[in-house]
């Protein structure tokens, strides 16, 4: 027992297991289909989040535009789950059966080529993942080969953000235009609007979701994770150690971009559309909150600050329609300048200090009072010394 707690504590995984009580336990049984549905969905931006924190809080690079990897991860999956319910007898009233509503109602008569790949789940799996990574790999060593960084990297990505929205708004006819794509029914057969399958695919968003926490607690521990902190830091002491910053940053940029895209994909399946409105400027500067009100030093805190700003955002938008978003920016700010080290900072300065004083004070043994002895023996006169024996016979006579 004590070489379990002490290789949790050492690997820092004791706060995921208590994540994992909380998402796998405590919400299942204490909470009905319809907020289970609703954390399934805010722990599909906890990806986004978690991404974040290895990109922006370790490896020192500010991303404000991961909605870009969010959406495309999102629209993989979607264009697999329109393909399945635009089959040629759900169609048959259409000019053009066998195609997607929103190619019909745009006059598109076929099915264009990028398309057919999403008609295997395979290569859609494939394609979901590879596309954004592919896609970071490029902005990443573009940028990063050239130095450039901070807030300049961070207008470009918005940039990125901004074009990207447009194009999918502009190519309605391909790909849904502003509606997105909806009406999404079953994955490979399976009814995804069931009850069932709702509680299904939470328990998946979960598994994967841990299993994301302890890749990047992985990466966190290991060599890589102590270039990243220290290129963060002290960049040029790094580069001039013969290491090549650039490509540890294209790493980590690649890896939050992937886990993104797996967000998108469990989001689109657990809420059943997706839209441009969720790859945009906004929707990007929203995730990076989640990270900053968690930790952005602390992957199980920016899971933490996902639950917490959406389900804030969902309470402010049915209590207070017409001032939710300065409530959220409210709560924004509140924390960002009252706690610059978000939730987590908060738990490891104030609440852990605590817990762990008082637990010592509580394993600590009262203190034993002993009485001193007391000594029963009559008391006999020391003997004087031969000087002082001399002295005193003569005082005597």
């Known amino acids: 027992m004590n070489a379990a ?7 820092g995984l004791g706060s995921v297991l208590l994540l994992a009580v909380l998402l796998l ?9 319809f907020r289970i549905n609703l954390v399934g969905k805010y722990l599909s931006y906890a990806f986004v989040a978690l991404g974040l924190v290895m990109l922006w809080g370790w490896g020192g690079v500010l991303s404000l535009g991961q909605g870009v990897f969010f959406g495309l991860g999102g629209y993989g999956m979607a264009m697999f789950l329109k393909l399945e319910a635009s089959d040629p007898e759900s169609t048959k009233i259409q000019s053009t059966p066998g195609i997607p509503d929103f190619m019909d109602w745009n006059q598109v008569t076929a099915l264009p080529a990028w398309w057919q790949p999403f008609h295997s789940l395979p290569l859609t799996l494939l394609l979901m993942l590879g596309v954004p990574t592919l896609l970071a790999w490029i902005i990443g060593f573009a940028m990063f080969k050239r130095r450039v960084g901070g807030v300049y990297f961070a207008i470009i990505t918005q940039a990125v953000a901004l074009i990207l929205t447009v194009l999918i708004i ?3 006819g391909y790909t849904g235009g502003v509606n997105g794509m909806t009406d999404l029914k079953t994955l490979a057969g399976w009814d995804t609007r069931t009850d069932s399958a709702k509680w ?4 998946v968003c979960v598994a994967l979701l841990l299993a994301a926490i302890v890749l990047c ?18 960049e040029d002491r790094v580069r001039f150690s013969g290491y090549d910053v650039a490509n540890f940053r294209v790493f980590v940029f690649c ?3 992937l886990l993104s895209a797996v967000g998108g994909a ?3 399946l657990q809420v059943g559309f997706m839209s441009p409105s969720l790859v945009g400027i906004v929707p990007s500067i929203e995730m990076v909150i989640f990270a900053a009100v968690g930790g952005r030093m602390s992957l199980v805190g920016a899971v933490y600050g996902a639950l917490l700003v959406n389900y804030g955002k969902t309470y402010f938008s049915e209590s207070f329609p017409d001032l939710w978003l300065f409530m959220m920016a409210a709560l924004f700010l509140g924390v960002v300048l009252a706690f610059p080290d978000g939730l987590a900072g908060v738990w490891n300065d104030k609440v852990a200090p605590r817990l762990k004083a008082w637990a010592g004070r509580k394993k600590a043994p009262a203190p034993v009072v002993v009485a001193p002895a007391v000594n029963t023996e009559p008391v006999t006169p020391p003997k004087p ?4 024996r001399g002295a005193a016979e003569g005082a005597a006579a």
Not at 200 to 203: E, G, I, K, P, S
Not at 221 to 228: A, E, F
């Open 170 to 172: 502009g190519q309605q």
């Open 385 to 388: 010394l031969p000087r002082e």
């Open 25 to 33: 336990v405590v919400f299942p049984l204490t909470l009905d289909l």
């Open 266 to 268: 469990m989001f689109t």
């Open 5 to 11: 707690r002490l290789f949790m504590a050492r690997h």
């Open 217 to 234: 607690t992985w990466v966190q521990k290991s060599k890589l994770g102590t270039l990243l902190l220290a290129m963060r830091d002290k």
């Open 200 to 203: 299904t695919l939470y328990f």
């Open 255 to 257: 890896l939050s971009a």
